[in-house]
T-cell receptor, first 114, second 116 residues
Framework: NAGVTQTPKFRVLKTGQSMTLLCAQD?????MYWYRQDPGMGLRLIHY???????AKGEVPDGYNVSRLKKQNFLLGLESAAPSQTSVYFC?????????????FGPGTRLTVL | AQSVTQPDIHITVSEGASLELRCNYS??????LFWYVQSPGQGLQLLLK??????LVQGIKGFEAEFKRSQSSFNLRKPSVHWSDAAEYFC??????????????FGTGTQLKVEL
């Protein structure tokens, strides 16, 4: 099992450009999450999904959109990138059920917006 | 609202010394508490978790954590640190359901440096 994978690993964008980050998991997990990690701020939740076709806003959703068309994939889109979106983005997934269940993280995507 | 405080941004210990990383949380009900480790350039890996039962929890890599409800703390400990333990450590509290989905709130992390 590959676990949680993220594509791409690195990306540099110019202000105003758009891009999509792909998260894929092969563990048949119901729940998937997108976080951003910034120095001194820990991880902050952008959007999450509790199942195919459903998404919800997290703590810092502005400037991002998501889609969960297939259970195994969770896409994060930036329609018009801004320098404030320079960050490391992590995807995570977990089984449904109790809150006790562990979230499994991908290796991250490092995004720089110039 | 739930929150997590990790008061130590950086900690340096000598290899073989003991380690304690502090974590304080704020949560309105019984907390679900986690410790994750992040090696440079990597994703996060779960070290241990607590929900109920024995307040001393054992994890991987020789780590343990103790839940103290009266102090709202969940400190991470290791009796003897190895150079490979150098990494960033995150404490997280779970819950905060609104419409489903366990949402973790993370602390800002503690960067551990190990001196040989």
């Amino acid at each position: 099992n590959a676990g949680v994978t993220q594509t791409p690993k690195f990306r540099v964008l110019k202000t105003g450009q758009s891009m999509t980050l792909l998260c894929a998991q092969d563990m048949n997990h119901e729940y998937m999450y997108w976080y951003r990690q910034d120095p001194g701020m820990g991880l902050r939740l952008i959007h999450y999904s509790v199942g195919e076709g459903t998404t919800a806003k997290g703590e810092v959703p502005d400037g991002y959109n998501v889609s969960r068309l297939k259970k195994q994939n969770f896409l994060l889109g930036l329609e018009s990138a801004a320098p404030s979106q320079t960050s490391v983005y992590f995807c995570a997934s977990r089984v449904s059920g109790t809150f006790y269940n562990e979230q499994f993280f991908g290796p991250g995507t490092r995004l720089t917006v110039l | 609202a739930q929150s997590v405080t990790q008061p130590d941004i950086h900690i340096t210990v000598s290899e073989g010394a003991s380690l304690e990383l502090r974590c304080n949380y704020s949560y309105g009900a019984t907390p679900y508490l986690f410790w994750y480790v992040q090696s440079p350039g990597q994703g996060l890996q779960l070290l241990l978790k607590y929900f109920s039962g024995d307040t001393l929890v054992q994890g991987i890599k020789g780590f343990e954590a103790e839940f103290k409800r009266s102090q709202s703390s969940f400190n991470l400990r290791k009796p003897s640190v190895h150079w490979s333990d150098a990494a960033e450590y995150f404490c997280a509290v779970g819950g905060g359901l609104t419409g489903g989905g366990n949402k973790l709130t993370f602390g800002t992390g503690t960067q551990l440096k190990v001196e040989l």
